[in-house]
């Protein structure tokens, strides 16, 4: 079957201004101050495509132009354990990650693969310029899945500390490379040395929560709810790195306002972040659109002390127009601060109550949810959306081999651009 290619046009976000796609656009050219970009889909109606497989399924709203191989849609069910032993009546977990028992079959089993099956359908088939990913871990595992098995060529820039969240089912494809910054390094060391890459035309940076694709692959997760429940949730939880997922739910929140079909109301906003770890958490109750200052050391000693690593990012996209700070303030909600002994209880918990191992930022969504209901944020008849960012690791191990990949080159992030390139290029000679 052919695919038609998605027909939307970009708004800006701080001016409103609607204009055309030039095919890779992460903002508009004409703005004047720091806003994201938004998809504005032809189609109105929330209409899942059944003649499409997987993930591809919301196909209509994505910003696609074809659809790949071996994609799987989150899965959202109704919650019987959790939701008993917190004393709710309609909890739903939307979770992203590999458990057969509900027909989740995420490889990766992280709700990344959403980000990374949108975005690499935002390249047209016959593009000849090398996608790069800056990546803590979950996002860089999508990517180089989605990529090797579709042929598509990548360049992954990670921590080398991460590079133990680099497991296959199988080899990765030649096509994709993995560039390292050396030990003692973080999330923002990795980026820098992608944006270093990108100064060479040869490469093209994916752009993080300002692509399009990134933000409405995120979003199916609440697309899954909707249809499974029949209606907006009036309350939402996740664990945050960077805040894209969160924004990525109020955005498609407002399309099915739009549609009209599942509610007109907007479904409370509370994402949640691993102290010390926690920057939008001090942001956000300080009322303060601008981040609170965190300097590189400060970040680096914060992001070794907390278990959930990915949650780690330092320059999340918070403060801009159309950004965290102005979901949460549209749509009302908080952010909660989870500490690690906290992570620890509610993965055993949550394993205990739903019968699966999910990841230390996953149980942070958790944990932040009993927050809530012991502090009477929510009301226990409430429908409640816990999106599940990402489990089942300990089952897909138990259940097949996997492989370990490793850094192509480790490279130090103060070399300067020109050396930095020209090393990484020879990887794809």
């Avoid at 656009?25 to 003649?51: G, M």
């Avoid at 907006?232 to 664990?239: H, K, N, T, V």
């Avoid at 739009?258 to 994402?271: A, Q, T, V």
């Avoid at 990915?310 to 009302?332: H, Q």
Wanted: hydrophobic share 40%.
């Amino acid at each position: 079957m052919t695919f038609t290619p998605t027909k939307y046009k970009l708004m800006n976000c701080g001016t409103g201004r609607i204009f055309d796609d030039a095919g890779w656009t992460l903002a508009d050219p004409q703005a004047e101050s720091p806003a994201l970009v938004r998809a504005i889909y032809e189609k109105k109606k929330f209409e899942p495509r059944n003649d499409l497989d997987g993930f591809y399924r919301y196909a209509d709203w994505l910003p696609i132009k074809r659809t790949l191989l071996h994609s799987h849609a989150p899965v959202t069910y109704r919650s019987k354990g959790l939701a008993s032993y917190l004393g709710l009546e309609n909890l739903y977990i939307t979770f992203s990650g590999y458990f057969p028992e509900i027909g989740a079959r995420m490889e990766t089993c992280s709700f990344k693969e959403t980000e990374a099956y949108s975005v690499c359908a935002r390249l047209p088939e016959n593009h000849d310029r090398i996608l790069v990913v800056a990546s803590a871990g979950n996002t860089a595992r999508a990517f180089a899945k989605v990529c090797s098995d579709n042929g598509i060529p990548l360049l992954l820039s990670i921590p080398e500390d991460n590079i133990n969240a680099l497991w296959f089912h199988k080899p990765l494809n030649d096509c994709v490379k993995i560039i390292a910054a050396p030990a003692g390094c973080d999330y923002f060391d990795a980026i820098v040395l992608a944006d270093k890459v990108c100064e060479s035309e040869r490469f093209m940076a994916e752009g993080g929560a300002k692509n399009i694709a990134r933000r409405d692959g995120m979003g199916t997760t609440l697309l899954s709810a909707v249809e499974t429940i029949g209606r907006i949730p009036d309350a939402y939880f996740q664990a945050i790195g960077s805040g894209t997922g969160t924004i990525a739910v109020w955005e498609n929140n407002l399309r099915l306002i739009e549609d009209g079909r599942f509610g007109k109301h907007k479904m409370r906003l509370y994402p949640s972040q691993n102290a010390p770890f926690t920057i939008m958490y001090d942001s956000w109750k300080a009322k303060s659109r601008p981040l609170v200052k965190l300097s590189a050391e400060e970040a680096r000693a914060q992001a070794a002390e907390i278990k959930a690593k990915v949650l780690s990012n330092r320059k999340p996209p918070y403060s801009l127009a159309g950004g965290l700070f102005d979901a949460i303030n549209d749509a009302g909600g908080d952010i909660y601060k989870v500490t690690n002994d906290e992570i620890d209880i509610w993965k055993a918990r949550f394993k205990e109550l739903e019968g699966i191992d999910i990841y230390s930022a996953a149980s942070v969504a958790v944990a932040s949810l009993s927050q809530a209901v012991e502090q009477k944020a929510v009301a226990k008849d409430e429908v409640i959306m816990l999106n599940i960012t990402g489990g089942g690791e300990s089952l897909t191990k138990e259940h097949h081999d996997v492989v370990y990949a490793k850094p192509d080159l480790v490279i130090d992030t103060f070399l300067p651009a020109e050396e930095i390139i020209e090393r990484t290029e020879r990887l794809f000679r």
